[in-house]
């Protein structure tokens, strides 16, 4: 079922405009200004909201179903669970540092850098090796049953991010604003082009 991997790469993209917003709010720390906390707070809450609790299940049930299929694929792809689960684990450090400076605490701004930059790669080379090798291994070897049956599973998870509409719609505004850069930055180009 093709549909299930594209809604997973939509995601995935979600996720990447997600990521540019946190790297936007970096580059203002990095530059000795003061970020939009509400921002970065924004940005912890949709990483702890939605992949949890609705992405990552997604794959989860994909690579349960591909063991059984096809063991060598999936056994090139390793165990995505675990690095799920070292995600949340560097996604709460990223907290703990965002409270620590909030609570004035001394830190190392290259500390705080550095942790931030960590999570924002680590995320964007999951998602790469899903992309890479899940999603075709999964295309290749699960039959449409399979796809059904994990579609069935899934029919009670709903977006979470309905449930945090107000909080996160600084972030959406932040990542329209982005894209509007973006856009703007790409006709500029065109132009001197």
């Given at each position: 079922m093709t549909y299930m991997i594209e809604v997973l790469r939509q995601e995935h993209r979600n996720i990447e405009k997600v990521l540019q917003v946190l790297e936007r709010e970096l580059t203002v720390f990095d530059r000795g200004e003061r970020p939009d906390y509400d921002v970065l707070l924004a940005v912890i809450d949709y990483f702890r909201d939605y992949p949890d609790s609705c992405h990552h299940p997604k794959e989860d049930l994909i690579v349960e179903k591909l063991k059984v299929r096809d063991v060598?694929?999936?056994a090139t792809i390793g165990n995505l669970e675990a690095e799920?689960?070292?995600g949340a684990r560097r996604l709460h450090n990223v907290a703990m540092t965002i409270d620590a400076?909030?609570?004035d605490q001394e830190l190392l701004r290259q500390s705080v850098h550095d942790i931030?930059?960590?999570f924002v790669d680590h995320e964007r080379q999951h998602m790469a090796k899903e992309e890479r090798l899940l999603f075709p291994a999964a295309l290749n070897a699960l039959s449409q049953a399979d796809w059904?049956?994990?579609a069935l599973k899934l029919d009670d998870r709903h977006d979470?991010?309905?449930?945090?509409?107000?909080?996160?719609?600084l972030l959406r505004r932040n990542i329209s604003k982005l894209e509007g850069e973006a856009e703007a930055s790409r006709r500029s180009a065109s132009l001197t082009n």
């Open positions: 060598a694929a999936a799920h689960r070292e400076v909030l609570n931030i930059r960590d059904s049956e994990i979470p991010l309905s449930a945090v509409e107000e909080k996160l719609s």
